[in-house]
């Protein structure tokens, strides 16, 4: 009798299978690679709780007030600067709308862009989260062709020519969720070319791009772009806390003036409290130290999740070895299905999220990701060890050679 009473939208609405799975890891006894939760020993608790106090006591009618819908200026200020240095984007302060967390900004887009049939052309896999914002707005999804590199530029021009209501390009080049790949700037400067031949807007969604173990950051889209076509989303969800529920929109004017108003209606503001806490945090800390010891702790995660797949897998399985971020992403011989897997290695106390759900239109069944950014060392060890057996468990059920 209800479901006459929802709205048509509802029926592309499912549940997340990370949420339901996260119910799971939550116990204390499973070892779980599923979730892409920062490590909660890194969040910097005594500093917090002085800045914190220090905003209530010394600003606190100030942070406990309705504030802009834009954003706290000086945060948003520093965040354009942040930008400039690290990504060398152009962006200024008024080109900065503040958000709750980027998956806010991920709903705004769909609300701002995207009428019913529209087209978003996506990475295959591309991150879950997106997906399932976009698909309250109804949008055709259209599958791009991925490898090592980025998105294959050949093969997004053919599909761009078979359909006529393109709208977005959604993208996350730098330490993908679900992949860990980053794309080579060769790539990023033929996506561009091809976004303004065709008119489209990119979004660049980018919160693992400054947790890099390795080498320089590359160009960013925002930074390689110069004529408005590129819409930046960024997050202080990996690099401090996600909790503060803090992200940001970095776009031409136009377009943050269509962001203010989706956000009026959606919240008045993001919250004035976490603004000037952050804020604060940042005029009295130095975020880059803090950043720096991020990536030392996740790095050597990195090396023990690699090393660890490397001697307990079979050698068909294969994996990514990201130089950043907080995900690598296996794939099983085919014919091998990994939500099979995710039961057995659930007996074992084991999880993870099965690669299927992050393709917007053709899952491939034998893929899997795998976070390392949330458990000690001899916990990675022996969750890897232990989803080794499972996979030769089922390579044995399943009748296929591993
Ligand atoms: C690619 C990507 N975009 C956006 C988000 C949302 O982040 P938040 O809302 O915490 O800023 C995530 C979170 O994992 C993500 O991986």
Redesign the pocket.
């Known amino acids: 009798m209800k479901n006459n009473l929802f709205a048509k939208r509802m029926e592309n609405i499912r549940a997340s299978e990370i949420r339901e799975l996260l119910k799971i890891t939550e116990m204390p006894e499973v070892i779980s690679f599923a979730g ?1 939760l920062p490590a909660p020993e890194l969040f910097p608790l005594v500093e917090i709780a002085k800045i914190s106090s220090e905003v209530i006591l010394e600003d606190g009618r100030k942070a406990l007030q309705y504030s802009t819908t834009e954003g706290y200026l000086p945060l948003r200020e520093k965040i354009a600067e942040r930008l400039h240095r690290v990504f060398k984007t152009t962006v200024s302060t008024d080109q900065i709308l503040i958000t709750c ?3 806010q900004a ?1 709903d705004f887009i769909g609300k701002v862009f995207l009428n019913e049939g529209d087209v978003v052309f996506c990475e295959s896999p591309s ?1 879950l ?2 997906l399932n914002a976009f698909r309250a707005y109804e949008p055709r999804f259209i599958e791009v062709p991925t490898d090592d590199d980025g998105m294959i530029p050949e093969e997004l021009e053919k599909l761009m020519l078979t359909c006529s209501r393109r709208k977005l390009i959604y993208v ?1 080049p730098d330490f993908q ?1 679900p992949t860990g790949r980053t794309w080579s700037v060769e790539r990023r400067k033929k996506l561009l070319e091809i976004a303004q031949k065709y008119g489209v807007v990119i979004i660049e ?1 980018n ?1 693992y791009g400054e947790l890099r173990f390795e080498g320089e950051i590359p160009a960013s889209l925002m930074s390689l772009d110069n004529t408005g076509t590129v819409i930046g ?1 960024g ?1 202080f ?1 990996k690099i401090f806390c ?1 909790g503060m529920r803090l ?1 940001w929109i970095a776009a031409d004017t136009d377009f943050i003036e269509k962001f203010v108003l989706v956000k009026q209606g959606a919240d008045l503001h993001t919250s004035t409290t976490s603004q000037m806490q952050v804020n604060r945090f940042l005029e009295k800390n130095d975020i880059d130290m803090h950043i720096a010891h991020i990536k030392d702790v996740y790095r050597e995660r990195r090396d023990t999740v690699i090393e660890a797949m490397e001697r307990e897998f079979p050698r068909s399985v294969r994996f990514t070895r990201p130089n950043g971020g907080l995900f690598t992403w296996a794939e099983l011989p085919e014919g091998l299905n990994a939500r099979k897997l995710l039961e057995i290695s659930l007996e074992r106390k084991v999880a993870f999220v099965p690669g299927a759900s992050f393709y917007a239109c053709r899952p491939k069944d034998n893929t899997m990701r795998i976070n390392y950014s949330n458990m000690p060392e001899d916990r990675i060890r022996e969750g890897i060890k232990r989803l080794g057996e499972a996979i030769y468990e089922l390579s044995s059920i399943s009748s296929i050679a591993v």
């Open positions: 892409g967390g980027s998956q991920l991150y989260g997106a996350v969720n969604d919160p989303l997050t969800s996600p992200g």
